[in-house]
């Protein structure tokens, strides 16, 4: 008999793939279910390929008619994984049994207010899968899923022989501008190593990518703002080392078993979200005993104090030194 489950997770990239476990755990050790997704429009795309997912349902504007669609499909349950007022809406009227994930905001407000940490010692991804507990459904320890779609590949035809033999992966964008690399330590990288570097970002790093791409052209291609989501991933999954923000495509550099040399400013790994199950020679890179780190759980487009420290002590001698070993 069919068991059919609806999962929510609204947004973003990084958070959408990092749900990817329990799709993969819950159709794999319960053949029988009909796994239905629910998420944004613009962030379907990386869910339309995924081979454990039966329907994708997406909401645009009016989330009363996301709700009327999916009272038609009679869900059995439901797995929120977002836990948020519009979840909480679809909850209420679908009016069938709910298991859904602890944020655990207070805990985050502890440790940015007061730097109090009563934060778990446990990842995201498995306090995601812990919300399958009651169906008995355990971890596989696969890691992250990311799956790429035929026509949504890179062209590497594109790229000079000399980057089609090997290149680093630079992800310089970010959501906020205290979880970016500053620009002038990433020229410093790049200055720093002989490596071909292809650079990713959306298209407000686009600028920032062209001044990096002056001052050594014959060794980086900017692709920020140029690439799609299938696209960048594709990079990525091709790449020798993935050098990055606290990002989506961080997150999907896990889920190809990279080795990823991670950066983290006012963000701290103790939020769970490190790169699941990555390259064990994968890095994370911070300044610790920072008295005003974390200063938020999101982050800030300058720093509120100024100084930056979090993102500007970060050695680039330790960088050039793990690129060496690791390419």
């Known amino acids: 008999m069919t ?20 799709v993969r755990c819950l159709k794999k050790q319960l053949p029988e279910a009909e796994i239905h997704f629910v998420t944004k429009e613009k962030f379907a795309c990386i869910l339309e390929a995924n081979p454990y997912i039966s329907k994708i349902h997406t ?19 439901i797995i929120d994984l977002h836990q948020n007022i519009r979840s909480n809406q679809i909850k209420n009227r679908l009016q069938i049994p709910a298991f859904s994930f602890k944020k655990l905001n207070f805990q985050k407000w502890l440790v940015v207010n007061f730097k109090i940490n009563k934060l778990p010692d446990v990842h995201i991804v498995d306090r995601y899968l812990d ?28 790229l000079s022989e000399k980057f089609r033999e090997g290149y680093i992966a630079f992800v310089i964008a970010g959501t906020y501008g205290t979880k970016k690399l500053p620009l002038d330590k990433v020229a410093e990288i790049c ?11 959306g298209s407000k790093e686009q600028e920032e990518g062209d001044k990096l ?30 050098l990055t923000n606290d990002t989506g495509l961080m997150h999907i550099a896990a889920a190809f078993r ?6 983290w400013g006012n963000t ?10 990555p390259h064990p020679d994968s890095k994370i890179m911070e300044v610790k005993n920072l008295k005003c780190r974390p200063c938020s759980k999101l982050g800030y487009e300058k720093c509120p104090k100024k100084h930056f420290r979090c993102m500007r002590e970060l050695r680039t001698d330790e960088v050039i030194s793990w690129i060496e070993k690791n390419y």
């Open 191 to 201: 200055a720093m190593t002989d490596k071909p570097i292809l650079l990713l970002g």
């Open 131 to 158: 919300t399958l507990s009651v169906f008995d459904i355990h971890h596989d320890n696969q890691g992250l899923d990311f799956f790429i779609p035929e026509a949504r590949r890179y062209d590497f035809h594109l």
């Open 268 to 277: 701290i790994p103790e939020f769970g979200m490190v790169p699941y199950l």
């Open 59 to 77: 909401l645009t504007e009016k989330l009363s008619e996301l709700i009327n669609e999916l009272e038609k499909e009679q869900f059995d349950y």
């Open 258 to 263: 990279k080795k990823i040399l991670s950066f």
């Open 3 to 22: 068991i059919k489950f609806l999962i929510i997770r609204f947004s973003s990239i990084g958070d959408i793939v990092l749900t990817t476990p329990v």
């Open 213 to 242: 791409r002056s001052q050594v052209p014959e060794r980086i291609i900017n692709l920020c703002g140029k690439t799609s989501l299938g696209e960048s991933a594709d990079i990525i999954k091709h790449a020798r080392l993935v």
